[in-house]
């Protein structure tokens, strides 16, 4: 349970990075 947390979490930051990156772009 704790791992799949710490995953979405991960993705949910991925995520996030890409779109402050397209936003750069």
Same mark, same amino acid.
């Given at each position: 349970m704790v791992? #799949?947390?710490g995953k /979405?979490? +991960?993705m +949910? /930051?991925?995520v996030?990075?890409?779109v402050l990156l397209l +936003? +750069? #772009?």
């Open positions: 791992k #799949m947390r /979405v979490l +991960l +949910l /930051v991925w996030a990075i890409e +936003l +750069l #772009m």
